[in-house]
C-alpha cells in the first residue's frame, strides 16, 4: 500500500492544532487525521467481519448492527455473523471492554487502516470501534467497479468529550421510536449525549411508582414507563450514547404541580392547560426536599448516567414575591434576593444529588457565588456565561449558539465556536474546564413528524464543531459532506428529507403537489424566535402543526443553491454561461409557478396564506430574468425600473404565513448589478 | 339532513346485485351502499369520540388507533380519550364483543351516517367498526374551509368473508415492524387475513422449542421468537385480521430436514443453500407424522386461528420415485401413483390438524378424489381448480391472477374475480362454496427494503375486488380512488413511495439524481416470471437485490398518464391542446434526459447497465415529438421514417436490465397514426 501523504507531515495525531486539510473523503465529522492512499479495497457480498482482542455482548450488536446498515446502504444480504477468519475484509480489535456506565472521560478514539486488501479498525474499548464503524460507514461509494472504500490511515479522536444533543419531550411528546432513529442518527455523527428535557410546564414525560399523580395528573396520557426508559436507555448505550435526565427544579415545572401543589410557592390549582401561572417550587419548606430526595432516588434507579440535570433557568420571582412566607424565609436566611433564595435551592439540591451519586448539572442561571464547584453549568444565554464559569472553576458546556429551534442555517451553529467569543481569552486551566456542547431541540413547534427535519442535517454540522479540529472551518466542504450525510441518514429510518411529501400533499388535498413543491423548496420558516408573535393570547402549542411553516426545512437547498450560482456568475463577470443558463431555469420555473400554483390555493385553508408568497416568488423570479438581460446586454438597466423592482424586493423581505422567501437576497444583487454595468463605458 | 340520493332506489343494502355507481368519494374498498347528502362534517380539534353499548379494550385501542391515524393525517392534536358527551363528533355504538379467536363467518358489517351536526358508526361488534372507522379516516378531506368530511349515510359489508394477503418470509426474511406497518395498511383497506408463509427451501422462520435445530440449522439466525409471535397475532388481531399460518407439507420444505434429516424421502444430508435438493418428507414412516403431531402442537399454541394451511403445493415426486422403500410402500397400499401417495399423506395430515382443533388447508394439487371434504382448498394454478373444487364441495379461495410478484398493473388484478371464469357456470350453492380470495407476495425478488413498494398501492385492487360489488368495475375511478389511498398509506409508515429516493442515490453514487429518476418513473420490470432467465445456474435468490428492477414500481404511474393523455389527444381528433401540450412536454424532457443521465452511468457498475434502456426513452421521445408535429399539421409522415421508428419502437420493446421501457406503446400510436392523416385529404 503506497500512501500518497495530503496532509503535511506535521499533521500528527497528538495534536489538534494544525490545520485540518480539505479532502475528497466524504467524512463527517472530520476525523482528527486521514492519510489517503491509493487503491480501493471492495465491499461485496463477500465482506466479512472477525474480532481479535476483546469481545463482548456490546461490541457484537454493535458489528451487527455495522452489517444491517451496510446491507442496507448497499442492497447486499451480508453474513450477520462473527467470521473466525485471518483474512476478513474487516478485523476489529479492541483492547478491553467499555465501562458499564459510559463515562465522560472514556477514551472514544481509534484507528482506522484500509488497504487494498483488508481493513482493520483498532481501539481501547469498543466506543471507539463504534466511532470507527460509522467512518467505515461513510467512507463507502457506489463506484464504475462496485462498492468500495478508499485506501486510507485514519487515527481519530474528538476534540470535546460531551458532544450532546437535548430534546425537549415536554412540550410536545415524542415516541421513543422516533427518538431511536435520532439516536442512531447522532451515533453516525459520533455525538454521545442525548439530553432529555423529560419535563416542562406543559407535560410530565415519566412514569413514576413513588408519585404516579406526576404523570396522571401532569400529562395528557403520553408519557414514558420505567420498563421503556430502561430498554431506551439500554439502547442509547449500545450505540456510545449517554442519556443526562433534565428535571427542571425549581421554575419550569408546572406540570409537576397538577399532582402535587403543595410543593408550588403559590396556592394553585396548577394544570397543564396552557395560560396557567410560571409556577415555582417553594424552596422553602422540608416537604419540598423530600420530595425532592425520594424523587430523585426513583429516577436515579432509570437513569445511570453520572450527570443529573436540574434545570435551573429562567426562575420567574413573582410567585416568591408574592408569598410573605418566602420573603419572611429569604429576611431570616441573612439573603438579599430570589437569586440568593435560588442559590440556597441550588446547594440543598446539589447535597441531595451527591447523596445518590449524581453530579449536578444546570443552565446558566445557576451561577452564583454560593453554588458547589463540582456543578457543571450549561451556557445557553451567551458565550459570556461560559467563560465566567469556565473562569470561577466550573465544568461548563455550551448550548448558545446551538438552538435548533431558532431556525438558522447549519453555517451559523457551525460558526459558533465552544473556544471563540469571551472563552478565547481563557487560559489553559480555565479552557480545559470547557468540556463541550449541545444542540437543543426545543419543541414548541416540533412534533413527531417534523422533529427529525428540525434535527437533520443541521446537527451534524454540530456535531463535526463537537468533534473535529477547530481549523475545520470551510463551510463549502461542510456542506457538501452534509448533503451526502443527510442521505445516508434516510437508510436509518430518519424522515427529515421524505416527511415533506406526504404533509404537502395533506395540505393540497389533491393529487399534484409539483407547484406547492416547488414554491416550499425555497422558503425557510422564520428565525429566531419571531414565529411566537403569531401567537395572539397565551403562549399555546398544541394548537395545529401542519402549515408550511412546520413543514419548510430550516435551511432550503434551492435558496443556497441558487445563492452559489449567483455567486460565481457575478465573479465570472456575467461570463459564465452555464451558471446563466442555470439560473434562467430556476428563474423561468418560478415564474411560471404562480399561475400553476394559485387554483390550488384557493382549494385549501391550508395554502390560502401563501398566496401572497407564491406571487412574491413569480415577481421576483421575472424581475431576476430581466436583470440577467441587462447584464447579459451590459446594457444599464433604467433607474425606474430598479427602483420599483427594488421596492417589490422589499415587500419580498417581509415574512408571510411565519416564512421567509430565501431567493430575495440573489435576485436583488442581480437588481443592484444591472445599474453597475452603466459605470463600464 | 337532505339526503341527495345519487344511487338508484334499487341499490339496497341487501344486494350486491345492483349495479354500484361511481361517485366523487375517495373510498377503497367502496362500500355496498353510499348515499351522499349535501353539506360536511367539520374535523377540527375539537373532534371527540363517544361510545355507547358494548366496550372493551380492543374497541378502545382501535379508537385510540383511529385518532392517532386522524392526528396523523391532519397534522393536529387530538385528545386520544374517549369522551362522555351526549353530542360528540363521532358516536360509536358497538352491540356486543368480537369474537376472542375472530372467525371467518363473523359479521363485518357497519353502518356509518355522518350529518353536519356529527358522524354515527354503528356495528354489531368491533369488528364492524374497525371497518367503519377507515372508512371514516378516507372520508376526511382538506378543503377551503377545513378539514371535512360530507354528510353521507354508508351501509357496508363485504361480498367475500376471506379477505387475504400471502406474504413468504421463507425466502427473504422480513422482520415484524414491516409486517406490522403492511397489517396497517391491510386494516386500511379491509383485508382480514394474512396468510404468513412461514418456511420454505430457503429458510425456516419460526422459534421452535420443541424442534429447536428448524431454527437453529434451517434458517441464517433470521425467525421470529414465540413471543413475537404471540405479540404479532395479538396486534392483528387488534386490527381485525386473522393470522393463517403455512408449514409446507410435504414439499418445499428443504429447510426443515436441514435440521431434521429423517424425515425426508432421500439420503440429504440437506442444507438451507440454495441448489440443494428439492426434498419431500417421507410420508410412509411413523416418525413423520410423530413429528407433525407434535409440530403442530406447538404451533396451534402459537396461532390461535381455526385455519392452518398445510402448502401442499409442487411435490417432486423424484425423491418418492427414487427411494424403493416408498415405491414399495405405494403398492402394498394399493395406491397407484405419487398423488395417491400424497392424499393418503393429506389424510394422515388432516387427522392430525383436526386432532389440535385445526381447520386444514392445502393449495390447489392437494384435491384428490381422497381428501376430506373439510378441507380448504387455495387455487393458485387458475380459476378452473376453483371451480372444480367449489364442485366438489370444498371450501376454496382464489389467489390465480393475484400473485403480486408477477409484476401486473392493477387493473390487471382488479380484473381477476373469483366468481368468473370456470366459476361462472357453478350453481348458486357450489358458488356460495367460494369464500374470496388472497394476494400473494412471493418473496423471490422482495426485501424489507422495496416489499412495501411491491405490496402496495396494487394489494388495494384486489382488496376492493374482494370487499365491493362485483358491479365496481370502473377502471378509471379504481386508479384515482388508489392513487389517493396510496398516499394515505404513507401515514402507516408504509415505504412504497419513499423507498425509492434513497435506493436511487444508492445506484448514483451521487447528488443529483433528476435524470436517474425521470428514467426510474417510466420503466418497469418485466413481467411474470420473466426474471428467472437472469439466473444463470441454480435458483439462488440471495444475491444483491441493488438494482433498478429492484426499486422501479410494478407500475408507473408516468406511462399510464401518458397512456391516457394519448388516447385523450387521438379522441380528440388531434384538436386538444390541453393533451398536446402535456404531452410535448413529457417527451421533450425524455428526449433530453440521455444526455443528462450519460455521465451518470459511467461512474456506477448499479447504472451501466441502463445505458440502452435511457437510449431508448430518448429515441423514442423524439420520434413521438416529431409525430406529433405531422399530426398538427395533418400531413402524413413520410413512409420511410415511420418504418425506420417504428423499428426503433420494435427494438424499445426488448427488455433491458430487466425492465421494460412503458411509454413504447402510446409512441407507437402516435407514429401509426401518423400515416393515417393521408387517407383525410
Known amino acids: 500500500m503506497r500512501i500518497r501523504l495530503i496532509a503535511s507531515a506535521a499533521l500528527l495525531f497528538t495534536s489538534h492544532a494544525v490545520a485540518q486539510p480539505q479532502n475528497a473523503l466524504n467524512l463527517i465529522p472530520l476525523p482528527a487525521s486521514v492519510q489517503l492512499g491509493d487503491g480501493r479495497l471492495p465491499v461485496d457480498q463477500s465482506f466479512s467481519v472477525a474480532v481479535t482482542g476483546f469481545k463482548d455482548a456490546t461490541l457484537e450488536r454493535g458489528i451487527h448492527r455495522f ?27 479492541a483492547v478491553h471492554g467499555s465501562e458499564r456506565v459510559q463515562r465522560l472521560s472514556e477514551d472514544e478514539s481509534y484507528e482506522l487502516v484500509i488497504s487494498e486488501s483488508g481493513a482493520k479498525l483498532t481501539a481501547l474499548s469498543p466506543l471507539g470501534i463504534l466511532h470507527g464503524l460509522q467512518t467505515v460507514l461513510q467512507l463507502v461509494e457506489t463506484t464504475a467497479n462496485g462498492f468500495s472504500v478508499p485506501v486510507v490511515t485514519i487515527k481519530d479522536r474528538p476534540r470535546f468529550a460531551w458532544r450532546g444533543l437535548l430534546v425537549d419531550v415536554g412540550r410536545h411528546f415524542i415516541p421513543l421510536d422516533v427518538l431511536k432513529r435520532n439516536l442512531d442518527g447522532m451515533a453516525a455523527v459520533k455525538m454521545n449525549v442525548l439530553h432529555w428535557h423529560l419535563y416542562d410546564n406543559e407535560g410530565f414525560r415519566v412514569g413514576s411508582k413513588r408519585f404516579p399523580r406526576l404523570q396522571d395528573e401532569g400529562s395528557d396520557g403520553l408519557y414514558y414507563t420505567q420498563d421503556e426508559i430502561r430498554e431506551f436507555v439500554a439502547y442509547a448505550h449500545d450505540r456510545g450514547i449517554r442519556i443526562v435526565p433534565e428535571f427542571e427544579m425549581p421554575g419550569h415545572s408546572r406540570s409537576l404541580f397538577a399532582g402535587y401543589p403543595e410543593l408550588a410557592s403559590g396556592p394553585g390549582p396548577y394544570k397543564v392547560e396552557p395560560g396557567g401561572p410560571d409556577a415555582v417550587m417553594d424552596p422553602t419548606r422540608k416537604e419540598t426536599y423530600k420530595f425532592i430526595d425520594k424523587f430523585v432516588q426513583e429516577m436515579a434507579t432509570l437513569f445511570p448516567d453520572e450527570y443529573f440535570h436540574i434545570g435551573g433557568d429562567e426562575v420567574n420571582g413573582s410567585q416568591w414575591d408574592a408569598n410573605p412566607k418566602i420573603q419572611a424565609f429569604i429576611r431570616s436566611h441573612g439573603m438579599k434576593t430570589n437569586q440568593d433564595l435560588q442559590a440556597y435551592f441550588n446547594q440543598r439540591l446539589q447535597k441531595l444529588l451527591s447523596k445518590h451519586h449524581k453530579i449536578m448539572m444546570g443552565w446558566d442561571e445557576v451561577l452564583h457565588p454560593d453554588l458547589p464547584k463540582t456543578v457543571i453549568v450549561q451556557s445557553w444565554r451567551g458565550q459570556q456565561s461560559l467563560a465566567t464559569a469556565a473562569q470561577q472553576g466550573y465544568s461548563s458546556l455550551l448550548s448558545f449558539g446551538y438552538y435548533l429551534d431558532l431556525m438558522w442555517p447549519a453555517s451559523q451553529h457551525y460558526a459558533v465556536d465552544p473556544m471563540s467569543g469571551a472563552a478565547a481569552s481563557l487560559n489553559p486551566e480555565e479552557k480545559s474546564r470547557i468540556i463541550g456542547g449541545e444542540a437543543c431541540m426545543w419543541s414548541e413547534w416540533v412534533t413527531p413528524e417534523n422533529i427529525d427535519s428540525r434535527i437533520w442535517p443541521r446537527n451534524a454540522a454540530i456535531a463535526e464543531r463537537l468533534w473535529s479540529s477547530p481549523e475545520v472551518q470551510n463551510t463549502g466542504s461542510m456542506y457538501t459532506r452534509l448533503d451526502m450525510l443527510s442521505r445516508r441518514l434516510e437508510w436509518l429510518g430518519l424522515t427529515h428529507r421524505s416527511s415533506m411529501v406526504p404533509a404537502l400533499y395533506r395540505m393540497a388535498g389533491t393529487s399534484d403537489i409539483t407547484a406547492l ?19 395572539k393570547t397565551v403562549w399555546d402549542f398544541r394548537g395545529p402543526l401542519n402549515r408550511l411553516v412546520d413543514i419548510a426545512s430550516p435551511e432550503s437547498d434551492q435558496a443556497r443553491r441558487l445563492r452559489d450560482v449567483v455567486q ?5 463577470g456575467y461570463k459564465n454561461q452555464a451558471a446563466e443558463g442555470e439560473i434562467r431555469t430556476r428563474f423561468a420555473a418560478w415564474r411560471d409557478n404562480d399561475a400553476r400554483l394559485h387554483p390550488l390555493l384557493e382549494q385549501s385553508f391550508l395554502l390560502n396564506e401563501l398566496a401572497p408568497l407564491s406571487e412574491d416568488l413569480s415577481t421576483l423570479a421575472a424581475a431576476g430574468l430581466l436583470a440577467l438581460d441587462y447584464l447579459k446586454k451590459s446594457t444599464p438597466s433604467p433607474n425606474a425600473w430598479r427602483v420599483q423592482q427594488l421596492s417589490l424586493v422589499e415587500r419580498a423581505k ?28
Open 517 to 535: 413543491r416547488t414554491l416550499a423548496d425555497v422558503v425557510e420558516p422564520v428565525k429566531d424566535y419571531t414565529r411566537m408573535n403569531s401567537l
Open 67 to 93: 452489517v444491517a446498515e451496510l446491507s442496507h446502504e448497499t442492497g447486499m444480504h451480508l453474513k450477520q455473523k462473527v467470521v473466525d477468519s485471518p483474512n476478513p475484509t474487516l478485523l476489529i480489535h
Open 568 to 572: 460565481t456568475y457575478i465573479g465570472s
Open 654 to 681: 417581509t415574512p408571510k404565513a411565519d416564512l421567509l422567501l430565501m431567493v430575495v437576497e440573489p435576485v436583488q444583487q442581480l437588481i443592484e448589478r444591472s445599474e453597475g454595468q452603466t459605470q463600464k463605458p
